[in-house]
């Protein structure tokens, strides 16, 4: 079965059985590249955000954000959210970091605070952070790329990228951790991946309008350690490998095509 309710003649029991063992192994792969990214762009937050506003519970603080009469809401709700996750951890039995540096600290540092937010919250806090700060969460990336892929030279990851890494990640982290189908999946708000493709010096190759598994790989290479990336693809480029010799070739290029993987694809991961 390839898309919903269409089965490919000769279907049998079997095939749909692979097909979904096939999609639970692809979100593995993803969850580790996602779950690495997290992690970096947590700390990355925490880092930045309070070298600039170093005052306690800074984050709290409306004025430290890029709000204007269009996004103060959203902002409120940002913050509104940051209050409330405090809020419910210093309330549950047992003991944890919020807890912890409620009752011993003076303040709850940024740092502490991301380890307990979600994807979704890391995304929204860097959309209302002020542009200075975005440009340094941004060159801290650029830096990063070059240096882990052993480049002199590499045009700029700007903040609109970062933004763009954010929403695909984030709408990806959210189909992998609630078991979604996810071999097909497209965000259908997509980002413009000409930067990303840019970046990448990957001129020759087609990226979808609306982002599929292999422009979230691509966009992840921009933010992954070098040695990260390679993992993951060859995790992948390994489970195109053994599907390939058990689907067959129409099922095979049909998930190729869902994924939006060029047949090349090994050329290019």
Known sequence: MITPHQYISGTKIEDIVSLYDF???LRAILYNG?????????????????EM??????????????????NTVQILKTIGSLTTKIEQESRKRGSNAIKHY??????????????????????????????????????????KYKKTNNLSRSKAIMPGVIEHINH?????????A?????????????PNLSSVRNILRQSGIRLN????????????KLVLDQSEYVSIANAMKNL??????????????????????????????
């Open 53 to 70: 506003y170093p005052a306690a519970y800074s984050y709290l603080d409306i004025n430290n954000f890029n709000h204007d009469s269009t």
């Open 240 to 269: 195109l490998k053994k599907s390939k010799e058990q689907f067959t070739p129409a099922t095979f290029s049909s998930i190729l095509s869902h994924m939006h993987f060029p047949e090349t694809y090994e050329y290019w991961l």
């Open 168 to 176: 695909a990640s984030n709408m990806f982290r959210n189909a992998v």
């Open 102 to 143: 409620i009752n011993s600290h003076t303040c709850i540092p940024l740092w502490v605070l991301t380890e307990f937010m979600t994807f979704g919250d890391l995304n929204y806090f860097y959309l209302n952070c002020k542009n200075d700060l975005k440009i340094k969460i941004a060159r801290d990336f650029t830096l």
């Open 23 to 25: 999609d639970k192994k």
């Open 209 to 220: 309008d609306q982002p599929g598994v292999f422009e979230l790989l691509l966009s992840l």
């Open 178 to 190: 609630h078991n979604e189908k996810t071999y097909s999946k497209v965000i259908n708000r997509g």
């Open 34 to 50: 996602l779950l690495s990214y997290e992690t970096t762009l947590s700390a990355e937050i925490a880092y930045r955000f309070s």
